[in-house]
C-alpha cells in the first residue's frame, strides 16, 4: 500500500515506526548487551544462591529493594500524572499523556520483578497464591501492583486504540497485528464516546490506586518495627517521593526522545517549563516531608532511632545523605525558582538530579535502618557486589530498551488527542473561560480575539 | 499444655560461649567460609552480644550476654511472614518451616533482636564435619531463613520416648544443647506456666529482666542481671 496518500500535517508522529536509523540499532544492540550480561548475572545468582550479593547479616534488604522501591515510584510518573492532567482538563497535556503512561508500564514490569529477583527461593514464589497470608503487606504488595499493572495498562491501551486504527488504515508492517489490537475502531461518533468514557472512568479509578500502590510499599517498611521505618508518614512520604522522581524521569525521557525524533514542534519549551513548576512544587513538598520526619525523630531522641539518625546526618551515609538534599533540593529550588537557569538545559540538569537523589533517598531508607540493629550488635557494613551493580545497569537499560521499542510500534505522542485538541480545544477552552468570567464585556473581548 | 522458656543467669554466665558452639553442632548450623563470616554472614542460632568493654589489654572484661531467638508470645517476625513459613506452637515455641520459606528475608528485617539467619549459599561443609553431623535435624537448604527451635527435635523425641514408657514428659526429658551443655549451669529450661518447675523458680527473682520489654514482643527468653560490687 502506498503510504504516501495518508500523509497528513501529524506525519513526523509517524515517522519512527517507519524509518529507522543506524543509530538506533547500535543503542539497542549496546542495551541489550547490558540486559544480557544482567541475566547471566542472575542465572549466577539463581545457582548459587543470594550470598552472590553483598547482602549480609543484619542488612538482609540492599540494592534489589532499593530498585524496587525506586521503580514502582518512577511509574508514578505516568497514571499520576497523564491522570490529573487530564482530570484538570489541562490542554498543554496532549503530546505528553503518552510518554507517561508508557513510563509506567514498562518501569512497573521491571519494578515489579525486583521482589522476585530478591528472594532466595524464587521457584517458590507460588506459595504467594497458595498459601498467601493476607496479614503480610508483602502479600499486600503483591496484590496492589498486579492490580497498578493491570489498571495502568488498560488506562495506555485505551486512549491508544485510536492511533492503532490510524495505523491498521495505513497499512504496512504488522498491519494484521493493528487490525487485531484496534478492535474495529472506525471512529464514528458512537465508538468515540464509548471511548472518551472509557478512559474518562479509567483516569478517576487510577489515582486511588496509584496513590494506595506506594502507599502499600511504604507500609513495608512503616509495618516493622525497625528504628527509622516505624513512622506514619511513611505512606505520604513515598507517595509524594514517588510523583516527584516520576515527574523527574518524565521529563528526561520526553527530552531523549524529542531530540532524537525531532519532536520540538510537539514538544515546546512551554511544556518542559510547565513540568519544571510541577517538579518545584514537588520538591518543596519532598522537603517538607523530609524535614518533618527527621525533625520529630530527633526531638523524640529515642536510642535506638537516634543511632541510625546519625548514621545518616553524621555517619557512614552521611555523604550520602547530604548529597541527597543537594540533589532533591538544593539543585531543583537553584534551577527551577530562576528564571535565567530554568532553560531547557537547567531543566534537563534538575531532572537527572532529582533521579539520582531519588534513588539516595530510598537508599537512605533502607539500608541505614537495617544496618543499625536495636541490640548493641555492630553496625552493618553493605557493599553491592557485581551482581548488584549489573542488575541495577540491565534494569536502566531494559527501561530505555523497552522504551524504544514501544517508539517503533506506537506513535509516542497521541496523534488522535493532538487532531482533537487542534480541531475542537479553542472552541472548548473559549466556552470553559466564558463560563468563569464574569458577563458582559470580557465575553465580546474573547469572541472578537 | 506446656509454655517453653528459658532463663538465663548472668551471675553465672562466664561467656565461654559453650553454648554457641553446641548449638551449631546439634542444629547442624552451616559453617561459612572465613571471606563470608567477614562480610557478616557467620550463622548462629545463639550469640554473644558484647555491650561494653571495660579495662585496658590486657586486662579486658566484655560485658556481654547470649542471645537466642526470644521465642516471643507476640512475634513480629510471624506477623509480617507472607506465606506462614514462621509460626507460633501451642506449646509456645516459634518455629519455622523451611520448605516453606520463600527467602524473602522479611521476617529477618522486622526481628528487633536480629535473632534470624539466612543461608546466603548453598551447605557445603569439609568432608571431616561428616562426623559431626546430627542426624535428627534437617540440612537448611540455600535461600531459606532460619532460627533457634529450642532444639525442638529434643522434644520430640523425649515425647516419644514418655510414651513408649507410658509416663508424662519429665524436665529433665527435654533440655536444649545450649542448657545442657553450659558448664556453670547458667541457662535454665522448662515450662514456664508449671509452677514447680526449676525455671519458674527461678524466674522469680527481682533480677529477671527481658530484652527490649517495651516493644511489647513478650519474649520467653528471661535473664538475671549479673550483681555488680
Same mark, same amino acid.
Given at each position: ?14 515517522? #519512527?515506526?517507519y ?95 525486583h ?46 486504540? #485510536? ?31 464509548a471511548?472518551?468514557r ?44 514517588a510523583?516527584?522522581?516520576?515527574i ?8 531523549a ?98 533521579v ?5 533517598e ?9 544496618a ?26 531494559a ?34 473561560l466564558?463560563?468563569?468570567? #464574569? ?11 | =499444655? ?38 557478616g554472614?557467620? =550463622? ?15 586486662d ?47 521476617? =529477618? ?38 532460627k ?16 513408649a514408657?507410658?509416663?508424662?514428659i ?43 520489654e ?16
Amino acid at each position: 500500500m502506498d503510504n504516501h496518500q495518508y500523509l497528513d500535517e501529524d506525519e513526523i508522529l509517524f515517522r #519512527p515506526i517507519y524509518k529507522t536509523g543506524k543509530g538506533f540499532y547500535a543503542l539497542a544492540c549496546a542495551l541489550a548487551a547490558i540486559v544480557l550480561f544482567g541475566l547471566i548475572m542472575y542465572i549466577r545468582q539463581f545457582v548459587f544462591g543470594l550470598g552472590e550479593t553483598g547482602m549480609n547479616e543484619p542488612v538482609s534488604w540492599g540494592f534489589y529493594i532499593i530498585s524496587f522501591v525506586f521503580f514502582i515510584g518512577i511509574s508514578h510518573a505516568g497514571t499520576l500524572i497523564s491522570a490529573i492532567l487530564r482530570l484538570s482538563k489541562a490542554e498543554w497535556r496532549r503530546p505528553i499523556t503518552r510518554m507517561a503512561e508508557v513510563i509506567t508500564g514498562i518501569v512497573l514490569i521491571i519494578g515489579g520483578l525486583h521482589p522476585i529477583i530478591d528472594l532466595g527461593r524464587p521457584d517458590r514464589i507460588l506459595h504467594l497464591v497458595e498459601r498467601g497470608r493476607l496479614q503480610s503487606p508483602l502479600l499486600w504488595d503483591f496484590t496492589s501492583v498486579s492490580a497498578y499493572f493491570t489498571a495502568s495498562s488498560i488506562y495506555l491501551y485505551i486512549p491508544l486504540i #485510536p492511533d492503532i486504527a490510524l495505523l491498521r488504515d495505513r497499512g504496512g508492517r504488522f498491519h494484521k497485528l493493528y487490525k487485531i489490537l484496534a478492535w474495529g475502531y472506525d471512529g464514528s461518533e458512537k465508538q468515540k464516546h464509548a471511548l472518551e468514557r472509557a478512559i474518562n472512568i479509567l483516569m478517576v479509578m487510577v489515582i486511588p490506586i496509584a496513590v494506595s500502590v506506594h502507599t502499600i510499599i511504604s507500609w513495608i517498611f512503616g509495618m516493622t518495627l525497625q528504628p527509622g521505618w516505624h513512622s506514619t508518614i511513611f505512606g505520604p512520604y513515598f507517595v509524594v517521593g514517588a510523583i516527584y522522581s516520576g515527574i523527574a524521569a518524565l521529563i528526561i525521557v520526553m527530552i531523549a526522545f524529542r531530540k532524537a525524533y525531532h519532536l520540538e514542534n510537539y514538544l515546546k519549551e512551554i511544556h518542559f517549563k510547565y513540568l519544571g513548576t510541577l517538579l518545584m512544587v514537588m520538591s518543596l513538598l519532598w522537603f517538607y516531608f523530609t524535614f518533618a520526619e527527621y525533625l520529630t525523630t530527633f526531638y523524640g531522641h529515642e536510642p535506638p532511632e537516634m543511632r541510625v539518625f546519625d548514621y545518616k546526618f553524621v555517619g557512614s551515609y552521611a555523604p550520602w545523605f547530604w548529597l541527597m538534599v543537594v540533589c532533591n533540593f538544593i539543585i531543583p529550588v537553584v534551577f527551577l525558582s530562576n528564571k535565567k537557569l530554568k532553560t531547557m538545559g537547567g531543566i534537563l540538569t534538575t531532572s537527572i538530579a532529582v533521579v539520582i537523589g531519588m534513588w539516595l533517598e530510598r537508599l537512605i531508607i533502607i539500608v541505614p535502618s537495617l544496618a543499625n540493629p536495636r541490640l548493641p550488635y555492630p553496625t552493618g557494613i553493605y557493599v553491592p557486589s557485581l551482581t548488584e551493580i549489573s542488575l541495577l545497569a540491565a534494569a536502566i537499560a531494559a527501561f530505555i530498551l523497552g522504551f524504544m521499542g514501544f517508539s517503533k510500534l506506537f506513535p509516542l505522542i497521541s496523534v488522535w488527542e493532538i487532531k482533537e485538541g487542534r480541531k475542537e480545544s479553542v472552541k472548548e477552552v473559549t466556552e470553559r473561560l466564558n463560563e468563569y468570567l #464574569p458577563t458582559s464585556k470580557h465575553v465580546k473581548v474573547i469572541e472578537e480575539a | =499444655m506446656p509454655r517453653y522458656g528459658m532463663v538465663i543467669d548472668l551471675n553465672k554466665c562466664n561467656n565461654c560461649e559453650a553454648c554457641v558452639t553446641a548449638c551449631k553442632l546439634e542444629n547442624n548450623v552451616q559453617i561459612v567460609s572465613k571471606e563470608n563470616a567477614e562480610m557478616g554472614r557467620a =550463622m548462629f542460632w545463639i550469640k554473644m552480644l558484647i555491650k561494653n568493654y571495660s579495662g585496658n589489654y590486657p586486662d579486658i572484661r566484655s560485658e556481654s550476654l547470649p542471645v537466642s531467638c526470644m521465642q516471643c508470645d507476640e512475634p513480629s517476625c510471624i506477623k509480617v511472614c507472607p506465606v506462614r513459613a514462621t509460626y507460633k506452637r501451642d506449646d509456645g515455641i516459634v518455629a519455622q518451616i523451611y520448605p516453606q520459606c520463600i527467602g524473602c528475608r522479611y521476617c =529477618m528485617a522486622n526481628c528487633p533482636y536480629t535473632a534470624k539467619v539466612f543461608n546466603w549459599f548453598k551447605d557445603e561443609q569439609p568432608v571431616e564435619n561428616e562426623k559431626t553431623y546430627n542426624p535428627d535435624v534437617s540440612v537448611r537448604p540455600k535461600g531459606v531463613v532460619e532460627k533457634c527451635t529450642f532444639c525442638i527435635h529434643r522434644l520430640q523425641k523425649a515425647k516419644e520416648q514418655a510414651k513408649a514408657e507410658h509416663r508424662k514428659i519429665r524436665e529433665e526429658d527435654y533440655q536444649p544443647a545450649c542448657a545442657e551443655v553450659c558448664p556453670s549451669h547458667a541457662i535454665y529450661f522448662g515450662d514456664l506456666d508449671d509452677p514447680s518447675s526449676k525455671v519458674s523458680k527461678v524466674m522469680r527473682d527481682y533480677r529477671k529482666f527481658t530484652l527490649q520489654e517495651e516493644l511489647g514482643t513478650k519474649p520467653k527468653v528471661y535473664y538475671l542481671s549479673a550483681m555488680t560490687e
